[in-house]
């Protein structure tokens, strides 16, 4: 990269280079040159970039605190669909799945032995004990934030409710493996190692993303990589932990007639929380959940 010391720094800080992202990026280049993959710069994103996804995400965490008062046995996942459309256009956001590669609708609803990608229908009524995650992306400003939740509907079986929680859980503990300098794949293992000790399997095919700028950005994220594998993180890193963990097989299938449902194999019953945070300095800051 050809900037003088004495130049501008490529973040839009004003700073000098010298005094703001030259040692940063020297550090980045050590790990690099040691074959690690490394995150480019337009993945590094700026204070102002940070609080436009902040921004952005007040709205993606309205939609959700509404659906979680009030979902209930009784309705149908459409109306779940409704609020989200009605709260995200109401507070001037934009749903990021409406039309997203020809996805039909302002959210996902998966229910059950749905890993992801539900599309809510009048036709499907929630019902006492089933498990859903409500997935919402929202777009403010150009700004993407992209988080969900489980809800459980009544009373479910304890088996249900144990891995709702313990997928939450894992959350958690993949959280507490996001500093700087360490790798996508510490985060990621410690997920999957979770998992599998309380029975679980974690879906392989599909992860996380970089989110911010777009929708979905690199890098892709892994919850069964190794330790000391994937992306380097570093502060300004923005992405989404998101595991989906299956009681029974990790294996799944996607459904011929919508193109977009993906369901175990086995019918097992499966779970998914999905966080959006960018790493900071010392750790990590949660900008959706
Ligand atoms: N919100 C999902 C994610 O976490 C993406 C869904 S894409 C859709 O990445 F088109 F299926 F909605
Ligand atoms: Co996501």
């Known amino acids: 990269m050809n900037i003088g010391r004495n130049d501008m720094c490529w973040c839009g800080s004003g700073k000098k280079y010298k005094s703001c992202h030259l040692l940063f990026d020297d550090k980045i280049k050590r790990f ?43 309705i149908s996942t459409q ?16 749903a990021a799945t409406l039309n997203y590669e020809g996805y039909p609708k302002n959210c996902c609803t998966s229910l059950n032995d749905e890993v992801c990608h539900g599309i809510p229908s009048e036709d499907i009524i929630l ?15 150009g700004y993407f934030s992209d988080s969900s939740r489980m809800f459980i509907i009544g009373e479910t079986t304890p088996e249900k409710k144990k891995l709702v929680e313990d997928v939450k859980k894992s959350v958690e503990i993949g959280l507490a493996e996001v500093k700087p300098w360490k790798f996508l794949g510490d985060m990621g293992s410690a997920i999957n190692e979770f998992c599998k000790s309380q029975g679980y399997s974690v879906v392989e095919e599909i992860g996380g993303h970089g989110c911010g700028l777009q929708f979905h950005e690199e890098p892709w994220v892994s919850f069964v990589s190794k330790p000391n ?25 996607e459904d011929e007639d919508n193109g977009w449902t993906i369901y175990t194999e086995d019918g097992s019953p499966s779970a998914q929380w999905e966080v959006q945070l960018v790493v900071t300095e010392t750790g990590y800051e949660i900008l959706s959940y």
């Open 32 to 74: 690099r040159d040691a074959g690690h993959v490394v995150p480019n710069h337009k993945l590094i994103k700026s204070a102002a970039d940070i609080q436009g996804i902040k921004d952005s995400a007040k709205i993606n965490i309205a939609c959700l605190d509404y659906v979680a008062e009030h979902i209930k046995a009784g």
């Open 79 to 94: 109306e779940i669909d409704d609020w989200v459309g009605k709260i995200t256009a109401d507070m001037g956001g934009i």
């Open 127 to 141: 019902k006492e004990g089933d498990i859903i995650n409500v997935d919402c992306s929202t777009i403010y400003k």
């Open 229 to 253: 594998t994937e992306m380097l993180m570093v502060p300004g890193l923005c992405f989404t932990i998101e595991p989906m963990v299956n009681m029974g097989e990790r294996y799944i299938y």
